[in-house]
Nanobody, 117 residues
Framework: VQVVESGGGLAQPGGSLTLSCAVS????????MGWFRQTPGNEREMVAD?????????EYSDSVKGRFTITGDGAKKMVSLQMNNLKPEDTAVYYC??????????WGRGTQVTVSA
């Protein structure tokens, strides 16, 4: 089982980008999927999480709340991250993370997001 990110790239401050993440391989459901980001010399930080049990639940870091929106499709095992009003400090490598019901984490390889004029 793998998670594969797509999207990312270069955006100007105030611009928008969309990241997508899909599960490749067979997996019977998952606990949650979401996005982390990492800059050189820093730890990976949570950006947004999505889970769909009886209802959809999303969680965001304070730094992106109100600007980023995570959506998911449980049946298709996909999540997307709509990033609006991007700031230079959003520049990072963004990683998709899937957490299984057993508590294991599966990470994507990451996709670069650069916000610069």
């Amino acid at each position: 089982v793998q998670v594969v990110e797509s999207g990312g790239g270069l955006a100007q401050p105030g611009g928008s980008l969309t990241l997508s993440c899909a599960v490749s391989g067979s997996i019977f459901g998952y606990y949650l999927m979401g996005w982390f980001r990492q800059t050189p010399g820093n730890e990976r930080e949570m950006v947004a999480d999505y889970r769909s049990l009886r209802e959809e639940v999303t969680e965001y870091s304070d730094s992106v709340k109100g600007r980023f929106t995570i959506t998911g499709d449980g049946a298709k095992k996909m999540v997307s991250l709509q990033m609006n009003n991007l700031k230079p400090e959003d520049t990072a490598v963004y990683y998709c993370r899937l957490r299984t019901w057993a508590g294991s984490d599966i990470w994507g390889r990451g996709t670069q997001v650069t916000v610069s004029a």
